[in-house]
């Protein structure tokens, strides 16, 4: 419903003040008789901050099961090691414009892909 830069702490009363606001510019009532309803992840922060606003909410459950599938499959050697090695390639590409750049064009010549800026 909505995104906003959040440069303060994120604690749980930081995240109800924001909450808060958003609700008010949205014009919906802060009341539990309301219908309204906050689907939110699992960080005790989020849970906190939630709680001091008194409209019901609940861990969002697509969420809940892809923590629980990324954790049984991160659990297995196999796909562990492979998730290891591709945040290392994604490290060492990410760590200079000029990587980044060769691998753009290694790309382009090996697949024949349009070359982008992203």
């Known amino acids: 419903m909505s995104c906003r830069n959040f440069p303060e702490s994120h604690t749980g009363a930081n995240i109800a003040a924001k909450i808060r606001g958003i609700l008010e510019e949205w014009g919906l009532d ?9 689907v939110r992840d ?13 409209i019901d909410n609940f861990h969002c459950m697509i969420h ?8 049984a499959v991160l659990s297995q050697p196999m796909p562990k090691n492979v998730v ?17 750049a060769t691998f753009q064009k290694k790309k382009t010549q090996v697949y024949d892909l349009p070359l982008s800026a992203a």
Do not use: W
């Not at 490290?91 to 980044?100: A, Q």
């Open 30 to 38: 802060a009341r539990p008789e309301s219908y309204n309803v906050i």
């Open 84 to 100: 290891i090695k591709c945040r290392a390639l994604c490290t060492f590409l990410h760590s200079s414009s000029r990587v980044t």
């Open 42 to 54: 699992g960080a005790s922060n989020m849970r906190s901050g939630c709680n001091l606003v008194p």
């Open 64 to 71: 809940l099961l892809q923590l629980t599938v990324g954790d």
